[in-house]
């Protein structure tokens, strides 16, 4: 079985407010709060590791509130390598009001120096060999260039990494110079790389098709929501169906989830379909969890039976 890595460069606390309603312009009472270590890499680590997938998670820490941010991910059970840097971990806060949709406010406050990206290059061909797989998400952190980000990654795919990239720092132009493994938009970033919406689960997988074939990547993969998923590698289509969830609970970290379970399943080497399926199957299980909690293995078992596959 290959090993799992994933890097968190701009990490973050998830602060959830649930609430009765919101209304702007005036005073909102919170119910209740939820706070998790998070970060789009330390999110699919949690998912991995509620699930029994050994992995291991690469994150920097802001030093003024690292402490708590290490706890959390110790209580969670989560392998870390720490890198270390001045300054505070940011904070991400939804607001979930009610049987209304949830509001995201994500900061854009952390720094990171570029010697740290040096550091965690080193230690990252030290711990990856040929073969192994490695998820790259969230977005690049203030005081790192995109060059410097894209010629670590570039390294590492020339070593032999399998790279899954779902960071929206970078362009289709940007990925066409790395050529990941694989790429995971959703419906909105489609849109954005393509300057238009895909309307149907056909449309979507032609536009995972195409963007292969721009070298963007060697594989796509796109979130539809409660519709499911497509993917391609150039030459074949496919689109998959879940189960419809009478009530999901969050959104919120479902995308991570979606990796999570690519990741695993092809760590294990099982079939192309089976990949597709747990994939999916985490992303809709983690609907089932507060905030962005990942999704349980009893949740991923129940959907993943009712996951289908077919050809397009």
Request: hydrophobic share 40%.
């Amino acid at each position: 079985m290959k090993s799992i890595t994933t890097v968190t460069l701009n990490p973050a606390f998830d602060l959830h407010y649930y609430m009765e309603s919101l209304e702007l312009g005036k005073e909102n009472y919170v119910q209740s709060i939820q706070c998790d270590a998070g970060g789009k890499g330390i999110n699919i680590s949690r998912a991995l590791t509620v699930n029994g997938v050994a992995n291991t998670a690469f994150a920097v820490i802001g030093e003024e509130n690292g402490a708590s941010f290490e706890a959390a991910l110790q209580r969670d059970g989560i392998v870390c390598v720490p890198f270390y840097t001045p300054g505070r971990i940011r904070e991400n806060i939804t607001l979930h009001p009610g049987k209304d949709r949830e509001t995201r406010i994500s900061l854009d406050t952390f720094r990171v120096r570029t010697e740290l990206l040096e550091s965690v290059e080193q230690e990252l061909n030290r711990h990856c060999r040929p073969g192994d797989l490695l998820a790259f998400a969230g977005r690049n952190p203030r005081g790192l260039g995109k060059p410097e980000v894209l010629g670590m990654l570039g390294r590492l795919i020339s070593a032999g990494v399998r790279l899954a990239v779902d960071s929206n720092s970078f362009t289709p132009e940007d990925l066409r110079l790395l050529r990941p493994w694989l790429i995971k938009p959703n419906e909105q970033e489609i849109a954005s790389f393509l300057g238009s919406s895909v309307r149907t689960p056909a449309e979507a997988a032609q536009a995972a098709a195409e963007l292969v074939r721009q070298g963007v990547a060697e594989q796509v993969m796109i979130s539809l929501g409660g519709e499911g998923a497509v993917w391609s590698d150039g030459a074949r289509r496919f689109a998959l169906t879940v189960p419809r969830l009478e009530h999901p609970v969050s959104t919120i970290g479902a995308g991570d989830s979606t990796i999570a379970g690519f990741l695993a399943a092809s760590a294990q080497g099982l079939p192309l379909p089976e990949v597709l399926q747990q994939a999916v199957a985490f992303g809709t299980a983690a609907c089932m969890t507060p905030g962005t909690q990942p999704p349980r293995p009893e949740d991923v078992a129940g959907v993943l039976a009712g996951v289908r596959v077919a050809a397009i």
